[in-house]
């Protein structure tokens, strides 16, 4: 699966981003997608991921009741929608698919095996 995020800018605390992922082949619909982030001189970091059939969603705590991640398989698309966005929400964001089709959404690096080319999000204080 190939995949390509859009939608990252520049955006004052307490406003709203919604990422795009586009997956490329037939099979994105069979895969776990997710996002991850890294900050400048921090390590990446999972944010959110969710399962093939959008049933279920995972996010990491500093997230949860901020943003919402969903998809649409019949636009091979994948959604981040941020509200309420912190200056420590700045990073380059990454979507990502899971390493197996049918697999339950990882958390970690190893579980994803494919990964897009990352967009910018700033928030300014």
């Known amino acids: 699966v190939q995949l390509q995020a859009s939608g990252g800018g520049l955006v004052q605390a307490g406003g709203s981003l919604r990422l795009s992922c586009a997956g490329s082949?037939?099979?994105?619909?069979?895969?776990?997608t997710g996002w991850f982030r890294q900050a400048p001189g921090k390590e990446r970091e999972f944010v959110a991921a969710?399962?093939?059939?959008?049933?279920?969603?995972k996010f990491t705590d500093s997230v949860k009741g901020r943003f919402t991640i969903s998809r649409d398989n019949a636009k091979n698309t994948m959604f981040l929608q941020m509200n309420s966005l912190k200056p420590e929400d700045t990073a380059v964001y990454y979507c990502v698919a899971n390493l197996r089709p049918w697999a339950a959404p990882g958390t970690e690096v190893p579980d994803f095996g494919s990964w897009g080319q990352g967009t910018q999000v700033t928030v300014s204080s």
């Open positions: 969710i399962n093939w059939s959008g049933g279920l969603t």
């Open positions: 082949g037939r099979t994105f619909s069979t895969y776990a």
